[in-house]
């Protein structure tokens, strides 16, 4: 245990600052859950504002227990442990103990003459392949008229076709691919035949897997070619989504689904 109450003595100062910025960042996390909750409507934001909020009391906790066990060791435990243990060892060379040689007599040294010349060793060139480039060096510049060798782009997402998208029921913004952020809004069409209502789910990385309400109800009004619904969404976690459409008829029965893909980049 000294060397764990020595370790945080002599570094307690880099200690504080680092938890003091953990303090203020995780504070400011609390704040905004709270805002988040506060203007909450559905579920997901609910759940989403309270995770936030228990990570941060935590770190909050961890934090505070750090700044007040490192001033705990040195308000009460440093006064009873002895100085030598603060002492960095500090080794001095000591030049009697090499052996020095003896000096030689005047007269007596002989100059020595090169024997011959060493060697030169060859250089091994390796051969290469027949018919292949050598590799081209990290600044090399383009002679004129060749092109700039590029790295390959990487490929994007995989865009997930129309499912099931007819001319009475659609999504015509965002369009399937699109990338989205922020405040959304729906267009489209939802006017099939023995309409009753509509509903807008997703289903993506913020709702594992399941399909989640985006308006939080049921749209009773048919819709051509206008405004299907709003949604904002930039508190949801980033990557592709399937957002889907469905048409219920007066049955209480599904007549149709429209589904698309969009990305969130938030």
Not at 186 to 192: E, K
Request: glycine letters at 8%.
């Amino acid at each position: 245990m000294e060397s764990l109450y020595v370790f945080l003595i002599l570094n307690d100062v880099w200690i504080y600052i680092i938890s003091t910025l953990g303090l203020f960042w995780f504070i400011s996390e609390f704040i905004r859950s709270q805002r988040i909750l506060r203007r909450a409507m559905f579920g997901l934001e609910r759940e989403t504002g309270a995770r936030i909020r228990n990570n941060a009391i935590l770190f909050i906790g961890i934090f505070a227990a750090i700044i007040g066990f490192v001033y705990f060791v040195n308000a009460q435990i440093r006064p009873d442990l002895p100085e030598e243990l603060f002492k960095l060892p500090t080794p001095t060379p000591d030049i009697f103990s090499t052996r020095l040689s003896s000096p030689t007599p005047l007269g007596t040294a002989e100059i020595a003459l090169p024997t011959s010349t060493p060697p030169l060793v060859p250089t091994i060139t390796l051969a290469s392949q027949p018919g292949a480039a050598p590799p081209p060096a990290a600044n090399d510049t383009p002679a004129p008229g060749e092109n700039p060798i590029t790295p390959p782009t990487p490929p994007g997402p995989t865009i997930t076709p129309f499912i099931g998208c007819t001319a009475n029921l659609n999504i015509s913004e965002p369009g399937n691919g699109a990338f989205v952020s922020g405040a959304i809004t729906f267009s489209g069409t939802a006017d099939p035949a023995d309409f009753l209502f509509y509903r807008l789910e997703a289903n993506g990385p913020e709702t594992n897997g399941d399909w989640a309400s985006l308006l939080g109800r049921e749209i009773d009004q048919p819709v051509r070619d206008g405004f299907l619904g709003s949604v904002n969404l930039s508190q949801w976690a980033n990557g592709p989504y399937l957002v889907r459409l469905t048409a219920v008829n007066t049955a209480q029965s599904e007549i149709g689904q429209c589904v698309i893909q969009v990305t969130l980049n938030n």
